[in-house]
């Protein structure tokens, strides 16, 4: 069936260090791809979208492609603040009414 | 923008007791959804609702009922709370239009603890 894999967390960097997180996705037609953030405490935010094959999402600071050919939708960030620190969930919605989530991804900027 | 409200922040209960989480979302949106959010287990479905009084069973509907009399409110129903139904409970809503997916609204969620 249709999944969403993450790398395992947690990820501890460094204020102004390059940020990847890897997400790759499973689907039999072609979904529409989606990052969420979900700071301490709170529920999930969107942060980027993409809903066809090289499609780049942006949103404050972060980035993320549609990679049909490899399956892969990997987030992105130049230079990460403090402020990051959160857990990131990839996910897919491909025509259904839900929604396909990752096990998401904590991030740990230190200063 | 839209906003998805959970009743309550942090609950908590005692075994045995029928627990009601109640979401609402401001937006006019037909699909709503509830999950649960555990460490190592990431977002399980739950059940979702595309339409007023329409429900589907979600992954894990086991021990949950759901009610949506309006298009606004959904709610989730602990029959008989369990300690394992410990748990953060996400609500979200979503539409689509003309096939464009705009993604789900998720509220600021509701930690349970059953005792």
């Known amino acids: 069936g249709d999944s969403v894999t993450q790398m395992e967390g947690p990820v501890t960097l460094s204020e102004e260090a390059f940020l990847t997180i890897n997400c790759t996705y499973t689907?039999?037609?072609?979904?529409?791809l989606f990052w969420y953030v979900q700071y301490p405490g709170e529920g999930l935010q969107l942060l980027l979208k993409?809903?066809?094959?090289?499609d780049k999402g942006s949103n404050k600071g972060f980035e993320a492609t549609y990679r049909k050919e490899t399956t892969s939708f990997h987030l992105e960030k130049g230079s990460v603040q403090v402020s990051d620190s959160a857990v990131y969930f990839c996910?897919?919605?491909?025509?259904?009414?839900?929604?396909?989530f990752g096990t998401g991804t904590r991030l740990k900027v230190l200063a | 923008d839209v906003k998805v409200t959970q009743s309550s922040r942090y609950l908590v209960k005692r075994t045995g007791e029928k627990v009601f989480l109640e979401c609402v979302q401001d937006?006019?949106?037909?699909?709503m959804f509830w999950y649960r959010q555990d460490p190592g287990l990431g977002l399980r479905l739950i059940y979702f609702s595309y339409d007023v009084k329409m429900k589907e069973k979600g992954d894990i509907p086991e021990g949950y009922s759901v009610s949506r009399e309006k298009k606004e409110r959904f709610s989730l129903i602990l029959e008989s709370a369990s300690t394992n139904q410990t748990s953060m409970y996400l609500c979200?809503?979503?539409?689509?239009?003309?096939?464009?997916?705009?993604?789900?609204?998720f509220g600021s969620g509701t930690r349970l603890t059953v005792v």
């Open positions: 993409a809903t066809k094959a090289d």
């Open positions: 937006m006019d949106h037909e699909n």
């Open positions: 979200a809503s979503s539409f689509i239009r003309r096939h464009l997916i705009y993604g789900y609204t």
């Open positions: 996910a897919q919605h491909s025509g259904t009414y839900k929604y396909i």
């Open positions: 689907a039999t037609g072609y979904p529409s």
